[in-house]
């Protein structure tokens, strides 16, 4: 699988482009912000998207929905539990970042547990994670070994839970359920910093791991 990042925006959020190495068909992970250089990273892996899946809908994952949408004709697909938080999204900017910006549109579709989303060869399994957002779901590639994890699992650390809608024990039981029932090699790239493995986080992140002080 072409697995190509970059980060953008102000909070540094983690957009993934994946594609099929022998169609050149790919989805768009979390287009955050900065269209452009989206779009500039697209044409350069040479393919053609035709989904954007977005992990959860905060404002630092969607803000380049729309122009990504617009760009590339690729359908929208968010879980409908974060509905809410994606029509939220102007109040929160203007909360949080002192910012105006435009509301996004409603997705095309919606994610659900265990749905396969497929491009070309490649597939990813969709999980439904919540505790961050109330929608929130992490892309599972079984095949290349790796998780897309938006904000649940990070290097060291997990989502917020301090934000509406979200919930810490929620938070925790996803992690533990859906993220580290994966087989220790699978790579999580998260929504914010560093790539990391299950097996690295299973045992070390001070959150949810073995060596955890919480239980």
Known sequence: MIVKGLTV??????????????THRGVIVDPGDNARAILR??????LTIEKIINTHAHLDHVLAVDPVREATG???????????????VPERARLWLDSEVDPIGDPDGFLEHGQLIEFGEEQLEVRFTPGHSP???????HKNRQV??????FQGSIGRYDLPGADGPTLFRSIREQLLTLPDDYTVYPGHGPATTIGTERVFNPFVGEKAFHS
């Open 135 to 141: 929608g929130h779901v992490v892309f599972v590639d």
């Open 148 to 153: 897309f994890a938006g904000d649940t699992l």
């Open 9 to 22: 925006g102000l909070l540094q959020e983690n957009c993934y482009i994946l594609g099929c190495e022998k």
């Open 41 to 46: 990273l697209v044409r350069e892996a040479g």
């Open 74 to 88: 690729a359908p929208f697909y968010l879980h409908q539990a974060d509905l809410p938080v994606l029509r939220d």
